[in-house]
């Protein structure tokens, strides 16, 4: 029913900053909620940043309140992720999600997963 196709990653020194985009198919997108999630090396996945149907109301990690920004665009079906500030423990692999509901503004209630855009970021 939906498809999504995760772009803009790589490498980037710290400071710097890089912006994702999450295109997605399928018409059930622009009722779901939609973000994304990231997983270091050895690491458990992780969620970072989420936004409504609407693309109104928006949450974060704690690790990234501040620096990073998620935002939609309805009319291309598109979710981004602006990444500034970029710390070396940024570095994971980043996933696009999408989900009927937002669950106690810290996580997605994920029906589809992108298949993940590679960044890196060096000291």
């Known amino acids: 029913q939906v498809q999504l196709v995760e772009s803009g990653g790589g490498l980037v020194q710290a400071g710097g900053s890089l912006r994702l985009s999450c295109a997605a198919s399928g018409r059930t997108f622009s009722s779901y909620a939609a973000g994304w999630f990231r997983q270091a090396p050895g690491k458990d996945r992780e969620f970072v940043a989420a936004t409504d149907w609407s693309g109104t109301l928006t949450y974060y990690a704690d690790s990234v309140k501040g620096r990073f920004t998620v935002s939609r665009d309805s009319a291309k079906n598109t979710v981004y992720l602006q990444m500034n500030s970029l710390k070396p423990e940024d570095t994971a692999v980043y996933y696009c999600?999408?989900?009927?509901?937002?669950?106690?503004?810290?996580?997605?209630?994920?029906?589809?997963w992108g298949q993940g855009t590679q960044v890196t970021v060096s000291s």
């Open positions: 999600a999408a989900g009927p509901r937002i669950i106690t503004r810290r996580t997605i209630e994920v029906s589809y």
